[in-house]
């Protein structure tokens, strides 16, 4: 019996003497755990300097969006691919040709010299809005004129030299498809005539008229010139001197 006593004292003593072993083990736990975490601190604190030391350049020179996209590169690349995607904007530039043929207008010509289309087309010599929209329309004309004259009473009677210019629009807006107005005109006082000899090049006096206004345009409007007859005897056609376009805005 009194065996039997003494190894459940025993017993009772050794679970007694582990407790105090176990409590002390968790402060030490919590110390290491502590202790790790304020170490990956330090080392994801070093390396952002780093990282910082490294870019300090560029950083030195960045302001605004620029410093923003350098933090960011899939914003970056992003924006880089919205910017390729250009909008696609309706323009045509045309280059004017005298053609004895046609007694009322220049004779226009695409992709010549510097001439080019972009969804805007030309046909029967006239330029064919493809959609309703806000458009510049623009044009030059370019004379050579000479300014003597071997009748005295025609120079007396009509003493000044004219050149004009005018763009016109067929627009079914207006009720009819065959009707036309003139949305841009111009005309310019070139020279006063004076008694010589017509054929000498001394009296010639070169001159251009040019003009151009935005317009609200409709789909299917068609836009022409119109210039005299006598005018263009006198027109200048080299590349860049006459010239008629559009373009959307």
Not at 166 to 192: A, F, M, N, P
Request: charged letters at 20%; aromatic letters at 10%.
């Amino acid at each position: 019996m009194e065996g039997e006593c003494k190894v459940q004292m025993d017993v009772t003593v050794n679970r007694e003497a582990k407790k105090p072993a176990t409590q002390s083990v968790k402060p030490s736990s919590r110390l290491t755990t502590a202790l790790l975490a304020f170490t990956l601190c330090l080392a994801a604190t070093a390396a952002a300097i780093l990282t910082f030391k490294t870019n300090f350049k560029t950083l030195w020179g960045c302001w605004g969006l620029n410093c923003y996209l350098l933090f960011f590169p899939a914003l970056h690349h992003s924006l880089r691919q919205t910017s390729s995607l250009r909008i696609r904007r309706a323009a045509i530039h045309l280059e004017g040709k005298y053609n004895k043929a046609m007694n009322t207008s220049v004779e226009w010509k695409n992709n010549v010299d510097q001439s080019h289309s972009q969804d805007l087309r030309l046909e029967n010599n006239e330029i064919l809005i493809p959609e309703s929209g806000i458009y510049f329309v623009y044009s030059q004309a370019s004379f050579q004129v000479n300014c003597a004259s071997s009748d005295i009473d025609g120079a007396a009677s009509s003493p000044l030299v004219h050149v004009s210019h005018t763009v016109k629009r067929k627009s079914k807006s207006y009720g009819s498809d065959t009707e036309e107005r003139t949305i841009l005109h111009s005309v310019r006082t070139t020279c006063q005539k004076t008694v010589g000899d017509y054929r000498s090049n001394q009296e010639n006096w070169y001159t251009a008229v040019y003009m151009g206004a935005v317009f609200n345009l409709k789909k299917g409007d068609r836009l022409k010139t119109v210039m005299e007859k006598k005018m263009l005897l006198n027109l200048e056609d080299d590349s860049g001197k006459t010239f008629f376009g559009v373009f959307a805005l």
